[in-house]
């Protein structure tokens, strides 16, 4: 019994130990490691935003669940985007540079973040949409709510 005892003890003092350093790495990380792009204050938090590129249409990247840094893996299909059209890669709330949020995470909620973030960055319309496989279903409505400014939206696989 006293070997159960320890074991477990043992066990709790590792995970107490693992999510203090976790912490404090994460603290020295964000301050070790700046944003590729801007943070925009959307309903009282802050939503990383990297935008470029030139041209007449807003290209809109929205990544799949899963995806720590959209940023990175949206790169090889906006840098060559880049000369012909602008185009904006957010990080949702709680990925990447932008803060946590304890609002619910349905659709219409969505939408209207990525709403508020494409006016914070002055980001004009019209809007091409480009997601993930997994997202578009999600955020079909993004472009189409949008009477005049949306110009569709595609799946980027």
Wanted: hydrophobic share 35%; proline share 6%; with cysteine.
């Amino acid at each position: 019994m006293k070997t159960v005892i320890f074991g477990l003890l043992a066990i709790l003092v590792l995970l107490g130990s693992g999510a203090v350093y976790e912490k404090v790495r994460a603290g020295k990380d964000l301050k070790s490691y700046t944003p590729s792009g801007k943070l925009y204050n959307v309903n009282g938090e802050n939503m990383h935003v990297y935008v470029g590129g030139q041209g007449d249409v807003t290209v809109v990247f929205a990544s799949g669940w899963g995806t720590a840094n959209p940023y990175v893996d949206f790169f090889p299909l906006y840098e060559k985007l880049a000369p012909h059209v602008k185009f904006t890669v957010y990080d949702r709330f709680g990925y990447g540079y932008s803060d946590t949020t304890d609002k619910k995470r349905d659709i219409d909620t969505i939408t209207n973040e990525i709403h508020e973030v494409l006016q914070a960055s002055d980001q004009k319309p019209p809007y091409l949409l480009v997601a993930h496989f997994a997202r578009i279903t999600r955020n079909t409505p993004v472009c189409p709510e949008i009477p005049g400014r949306g110009k569709g939206h595609r799946d980027a696989g």
